[in-house]
């Protein structure tokens, strides 16, 4: 999967050829960012943004990439999606602009691509004024965090305009820093067997939260966790109304530490009423929220989070038909695309998902089959789907108490040992209370998906030495020469607009 990096003849360069795209980034190390592990990211850009374009009439796309190093998106967006109005590729690092110069002639893209130096933020907020200057696509890629980016990227997106975002600091999305994801987006994350689904729905949750401000909306198409970091994909539209409609999407899971078992809980509703539309508060709850109707452990509160769709699934569908008519030469990580698209399409749009091992060792019991657990939901009459976040994931819209009574029945068909039965164990608070169904554990036909049945590449492991590499490293002459550019870029932005 790895780019194919070929030694320029200048001792200053290397040479790295991904895409169509042949890019030169300084051997310097640290100087301009580049990691190779993304090339996935940027596949999957291309051609989402190539979907985003078909099911628009091949709508000529105006693209900003407000962080683009060594241009090597750019000039990959540029040689690969087919309706390009214009691209700006800015950097705040007079260094990486003078890179994507270069680059620029090496690809001959130089009618199509413009470069630019200045912070991405201000450079947002000025192209915001009016519509003509606006995007149509914005691809955030930040070191980190998007969350300095996402107010300055709502502003200067056209209505029904494509945002494109990665977050590459997992350990905050996911519960390590609860703090610092409290700072940065607004809401309490947690560790639990699901945060890589909570963390797609703070950031889902954060995005919104700066849309409304501005009395717009957002609408997930395609919202991923890969590897080491998050990639979401919304559109972002204008209307009042649907912008306050969206707090029907926002709320609170309520999470048990010991068993993992989620409760959710919205802010309230949204009630049609003659000419308008009214929000009714309502923080009752049918449980009570102190502590785990199932182990009886005390419960943490996680959010506010997106409770609403993660992806469109009709989009989904565009998207897989584009790619179906790709080949590798045209993709490397093309079979992975397919894999994890048809993995979306899969999910339920229930929100998180149960890890079987994980609710197993919780019962201290023997680990059934997936399909047999599979089955069994179904035989309750209840959907059950995988995760696209996690191999051995149960997502399904039965209530937790089914799903706990389901393992209850199976620990009467395989025992656990006598000695996890003592009352300071809390298997003996999970069993205390009797299940209320009768399970049929019989394997069904249908309990297994397609993408399984056609051996889709679903979930990859992980290459050697992956993750988000070093940040590169700004030199004070640096910071000077970046500061006397600002003064040049208002000519660029005048043009624009």
């Given at each position: 999967?790895?780019?194919?990096?070929?030694?320029?003849?200048?001792?200053?360069?290397?040479?790295?050829?991904?895409?169509?795209?042949?890019?030169?980034?300084?051997?310097?190390?640290?100087?301009?960012?580049?990691?190779?592990?993304?090339?996935?990211?940027?596949?999957?850009?291309?051609?989402?943004?190539?979907?985003?374009?078909?099911?628009?009439?091949?709508?000529?796309?105006?693209?900003?990439?407000?962080?683009?190093?060594?241009?090597?998106?750019?000039?990959?967006?540029?040689?690969?999606?087919?309706?390009?109005?214009?691209?700006?590729?800015?950097?705040?690092?007079?260094?990486?602009?003078?890179?994507?110069?270069?680059?620029?002639?090496?690809?001959?893209?130089?009618?199509?691509?413009?470069?630019?130096?200045?912070?991405?933020?201000?450079?947002?907020?000025?192209?915001?004024?009016?519509?003509?200057?606006?995007?149509?696509?914005?691809?955030?890629?930040?070191?980190?965090?998007?969350?300095?980016?996402?107010?300055?990227?709502?502003?200067?997106?056209?209505?029904?305009?494509?945002?494109?975002?990665?977050?590459?600091?997992?350990?905050?999305?996911?519960?390590?820093?609860?703090?610092?994801?409290?700072?940065?987006?607004?809401?309490?994350?947690?560790?639990?067997?699901?945060?890589?689904?909570?963390?797609?729905?703070?950031?889902?949750?954060?995005?919104?939260?700066?849309?409304?401000?501005?009395?717009?909306?957002?609408?997930?198409?395609?919202?991923?966790?890969?590897?080491?970091?998050?990639?979401?994909?919304?559109?972002?539209?204008?209307?009042?109304?649907?912008?306050?409609?969206?707090?029907?999407?926002?709320?609170?899971?309520?999470?048990?530490?010991?068993?993992?078992?989620?409760?959710?809980?919205?802010?309230?509703?949204?009630?049609?009423?003659?000419?308008?539309?009214?929000?009714?508060?309502?923080?009752?709850?049918?449980?009570?929220?102190?502590?785990?109707?199932?182990?009886?452990?005390?419960?943490?509160?996680?959010?506010?989070?997106?409770?609403?769709?993660?992806?469109?699934?009709?989009?989904?569908?565009?998207?897989?038909?584009?790619?179906?008519?790709?080949?590798?030469?045209?993709?490397?990580?093309?079979?992975?695309?397919?894999?994890?698209?048809?993995?979306?399409?899969?999910?339920?749009?229930?929100?998180?998902?149960?890890?079987?091992?994980?609710?197993?060792?919780?019962?201290?019991?023997?680990?059934?089959?997936?399909?047999?657990?599979?089955?069994?939901?179904?035989?309750?009459?209840?959907?059950?789907?995988?995760?696209?976040?996690?191999?051995?994931?149960?997502?399904?819209?039965?209530?937790?108490?089914?799903?706990?009574?389901?393992?209850?029945?199976?620990?009467?068909?395989?025992?656990v040992k006598e000695k996890w039965m003592g009352p300071e164990y809390r298997l003996a608070r999970i069993l205390k209370t009797q299940p209320k169904i009768q399970?049929?554990?019989?394997?069904?036909?249908?309990?297994?998906?397609?993408?399984?049945?056609?051996?889709?590449?679903?979930?990859?492991?992980?290459?050697?030495?992956?993750?988000?590499?070093?940040?590169?490293?700004?030199?004070?002459?640096?910071?000077?020469?970046?500061?006397?550019?600002?003064e040049k870029n208002q000519k660029v932005i005048e043009e624009l607009k």
């Amino acid at each position: 999967m790895n780019p194919e990096v070929n030694e320029d003849k200048s001792s200053l360069y290397n040479k790295v050829v991904e895409g169509k795209a042949q890019v030169y980034f300084h051997k310097t190390k640290n100087e301009v960012f580049y990691n190779p592990i993304q090339e996935f990211n940027r596949d999957l850009s291309i051609s989402v943004m190539n979907t985003y374009s078909n099911v628009n009439n091949n709508k000529k796309l105006k693209i900003l990439e407000a962080l683009a190093a060594s241009g090597i998106r750019s000039m990959r967006y540029a040689l690969e999606i087919e309706n390009i109005e214009e691209i700006l590729a800015n950097d705040f690092d007079q260094k990486a602009v003078d890179l994507i110069e270069e680059n620029k002639k090496l690809n001959k893209v130089e009618s199509l691509v413009k470069s630019n130096c200045d912070d991405a933020t201000l450079l947002m907020n000025s192209m915001s004024r009016n519509w003509k200057s606006k995007f149509d696509c914005i691809d955030l890629d930040p070191y980190g965090t998007p969350a300095a980016f996402l107010d300055s990227a709502i502003r200067a997106i056209r209505s029904g305009g494509l945002l494109l975002i990665t977050a590459t600091d997992a350990g905050v999305l996911c519960g390590n820093g609860a703090d610092t994801c409290f700072t940065k987006y607004g809401s309490v994350s947690l560790r639990t067997p699901a945060c890589h689904e909570l963390a797609l729905r703070i950031l889902l949750q954060s995005i919104n939260s700066h849309a409304a401000r501005y009395s717009k909306y957002i609408v997930p198409v395609l919202s991923l966790s890969i590897d080491f970091y998050f990639r979401i994909f919304v559109l972002v539209y204008d209307g009042q109304m649907k912008a306050k409609e969206s707090i029907n999407d926002i709320g609170f899971f309520h999470v048990c530490p010991e068993c993992h078992t989620f409760y959710q809980q919205n802010y309230g509703k949204t009630v049609p009423t003659r000419g308008n539309v009214k929000f009714v508060f309502d923080s009752t709850s049918p449980y009570d929220l102190n502590k785990c109707q199932n182990c009886e452990g005390t419960l943490k509160l996680v959010g506010p989070v997106w409770t609403g769709k993660l992806h469109d699934k009709i989009f989904i569908q565009h998207l897989l038909k584009y790619l179906n008519t790709k080949t590798t030469d045209d993709f490397k990580t093309r079979e992975r695309m397919i894999g994890m698209c048809n993995l979306a399409y899969e999910e339920l749009d229930n929100p998180l998902y149960y890890i079987l091992d994980d609710i197993c060792s919780v019962m201290h019991c023997e680990t059934p089959n997936h399909n047999v657990m599979r089955s069994a939901i179904m035989n309750c009459n209840y959907q059950v789907s995988y995760s696209h976040c996690a191999k051995n994931s149960i997502k399904t819209n039965a209530p937790s108490e089914v799903l706990w009574d389901i393992l209850k029945r199976w620990v009467e068909l395989k025992p656990v040992k006598e000695k996890w039965m003592g009352p300071e164990y809390r298997l003996a608070r999970i069993l205390k209370t009797q299940p209320k169904i009768q399970v049929d554990f019989s394997i069904r036909s249908d309990c297994t998906p397609e993408s399984k049945k056609n051996n889709l590449l679903r979930y990859q492991e992980p290459p050697p030495f992956w993750g988000p590499g070093s940040k590169p490293k700004r030199k004070a002459e640096d910071e000077e020469n970046s500061k006397q550019q600002n003064e040049k870029n208002q000519k660029v932005i005048e043009e624009l607009k």
